[in-house]
């Protein structure tokens, strides 16, 4: 049925169409392929005003993106922008080892690390050819890695960073967890 209503809405290449969270309940592939379809309408002319509270929705189609209340306006670049740069994430095979991975990352991150459980977060205070100096501290001192990465922000951390809180925690008269789009 799902298809279905957004296959009627689609059909028409309105000059102006308005979704409510158009991918909701879809499978990825079909996802991905209502994704297509929307690019295609925009590339033709349409404008697009749509709400989502998939963050990655927002940064693959989003020319512009309001957050809540106006609190937050620009591209998805623009937005990341806001939060930092890149940052290293790093999950430890041992939880032994996270004190001495916290101090080193520490000292090569523009800010002190994220701990949650094995894993550490933590933004990169230079080049990104710091995470092959962090990684070869963390071998001379026997730190097994379980998984390591040079990240960018997502929209998910603009999120977090412009509210300060999850979704599940803002006030319920203030719809901050929907980003609205505009793809023009």
Excluded: C
Excluded at 120 to 138: F, N, R, W
Excluded at 147 to 174: C, H, I, M, S, W
Aim: charged share 30%.
């Amino acid at each position: 049925m799902r298809r279905l209503d957004l296959a009627g809405a689609l059909v028409a290449e309105a000059p102006v169409l308005f979704l409510d969270e158009p991918t909701t309940g879809l499978d990825p592939r079909s996802r991905a392929e209502l994704w297509d379809v929307i690019r295609e309408l925009v590339a033709r002319g349409s404008t697009l005003l749509l709400t989502t509270q998939y963050m990655e929705e927002a940064d693959q189609l989003a020319d512009d993106i309001v957050h809540g209340r106006r609190i937050a306006q620009g591209t998805a670049d623009e937005l990341k922008s806001m939060v930092g740069g890149e940052r290293i994430e790093l999950t430890i095979s041992d939880e032994a080892d996270l004190e001495t991975t916290r101090r080193s990352l520490s000292r090569y991150s523009a800010g002190d690390p994220h701990v949650d459980g094995r894993s550490l977060i933590a933004p990169i205070s230079g080049e990104p050819y710091m995470l092959t100096d962090v990684l070869q501290e963390l071998a001379g001192n026997n730190v097994r890695l379980a998984d390591v990465g040079l990240r960018k922000p997502t929209l998910d951390d603009v999120f977090l960073t412009l509210t300060g809180r999850a979704a599940e925690a803002v006030a319920p008269d203030v719809e901050q967890d929907e980003i609205l789009e505009e793809v023009a």
